[in-house]
């Protein structure tokens, strides 16, 4: 704390806690301080105020000097704290040299046994198929149009709109190959890419990677069903249709 022992203003003497402390009581015992309250003893904000004599005149005007000093200088000096490092940090840019490394790169490789996060949970996840219901399939359907109509097209020909405006063309799912595959080709094509289609295992999780899977199937089902693959009561009022 910095004191400045007394100061006075509209015919109070005061003794300051801190300087900030002194420059505030200063604004309220402006408004305040009239000569009605001349002898009332004032406590606000930690400050004691009392009347003064006259014969301190002389310091209290040297006090109010330092008042309009010692305040932009504090403000100066607060201003200065917050330097440039906090928009401009001194920091190491990816492809500059460092000199902090042995071998003067910023791009370190791992160390051996390194393990990504949620590598563990990845991992589980692609290995673990899950259980084949509604959600999945419905979860599928979202991210085969978001991530696989563009090119495969929302019935899996292969005539998508990327397609359509010149890209190479995939096979169709229909195809007798592709109908045959199991379900671990089309996810690990979706992990590792294949040909032209890049790797889609940054952009979609194991886990919807398989409801993708599942989709398909679903797809290659719509557009290869006979008659024989429905249940019995959907059968029959086919027939009754007909």
């Not at 899977?213 to 249940?231: E, M």
Request: proline share 6%; aromatic share 6%.
């Amino acid at each position: 704390m910095i004191t400045l022992g007394h100061s006075c203003r509209g015919g109070f003497e005061t003794r300051p806690v801190s300087i900030l402390r002194n420059y505030i009581g200063s604004l309220v015992r402006r408004t305040i301080a009239t000569k009605s309250h001349r002898g009332i003893l004032l406590k606000a904000g930690g400050f004691e105020t009392r009347p003064y004599k006259r014969h301190d005149r002389a310091v209290c005007s040297t006090r109010l000097h330092l008042h309009t000093i010692m305040l932009p200088l504090l403000l100066a000096v607060a201003l200065a704290a917050c330097g440039q490092n906090m928009t401009d940090q001194p920091k190491y840019n990816e492809y500059k040299p460092a000199q902090l490394f042995r071998d003067g790169r910023v791009l370190q490789i791992p160390p051996a046994g390194t393990v990504a996060r949620d590598d563990a949970d990845r991992r589980k996840a692609a290995a673990e198929k899950p259980h084949l219901d509604a959600a999945l399939l419905a979860r599928g359907q979202e991210q085969f149009d978001i991530y696989c109509a563009p090119c495969h097209a929302r019935t899996g020909a292969g005539n998508g709109m990327i397609v359509q405006r010149g890209m190479p063309r995939p096979p169709s799912y229909h195809i007798d190959r592709l109908r045959t595959a199991d379900d671990q080709h089309f996810f690990d094509v979706i992990t590792n890419g294949h040909g032209v289609m890049y790797s889609y295992a940054q952009r979609v999780t194991p886990r919807d990677r398989w409801a993708i899977v599942a989709y398909i199937r679903a797809l290659q089902l719509s557009q290869n069903a006979s008659l024989d693959d429905l249940p019995d009561d959907q059968r029959a009022r086919l027939h009754a249709a007909q």
